[in-house]
């Protein structure tokens, strides 16, 4: 079993970084796919990143392609998205989670375990 706590969320402007962190606990940290989802007031929790289970490779959607970058410590359980030129669309609650498949990393359903979520607020 895997818990996670994420942090790091909070108010931005519009161009500014934010840069969240999650931890897990457990000692199995490193035989997961990571991933970073969000999900904003009314729509359905969508994809942002995932990194594999060495971190050698990184996905990323399209929509943030070239402003997020996804990084994990599996000597520290950690993974990290640090997020550049912040646009108010980006503006939702940010969930990290543990399981995942290589082979469909952007699917929700394919993760075994989430956080609570942090949200993150990008004004205009």
């Known amino acids: 079993q895997v818990q996670l706590v994420e942090s790091g969320g909070g108010l931005v402007q519009a161009g500014g970084s934010l840069r969240l962190s999650c931890a897990a606990s457990?000692?199995?940290?490193?035989?997961?796919?990571m991933g970073w989802f969000r999900q904003a007031l009314g729509k359905e929790r969508e994809f942002v990143a995932a990194i594999s289970r060495s971190g050698g490779t990184t996905y990323y959607a399209d929509s943030v392609k070239g402003r997020v970058t996804i990084s994990r410590d599996n000597a520290k359980n950690t993974v990290n998205l640090q997020m550049n030129s912040l646009k108010p669309e980006d503006t939702a609650v940010y969930y990290c989670?543990?399981?995942?498949?290589?082979?469909?990393?952007?699917?929700?359903?394919?993760?075994?375990?989430w956080g609570q979520g942090t949200q993150v607020t990008v004004s205009s």
């Open positions: 457990g000692r199995t940290f490193s035989r997961y796919i």
């Open positions: 989670a543990a399981g995942g498949s290589i082979y469909s990393y952007t699917d929700k359903d394919k993760y075994d375990y």
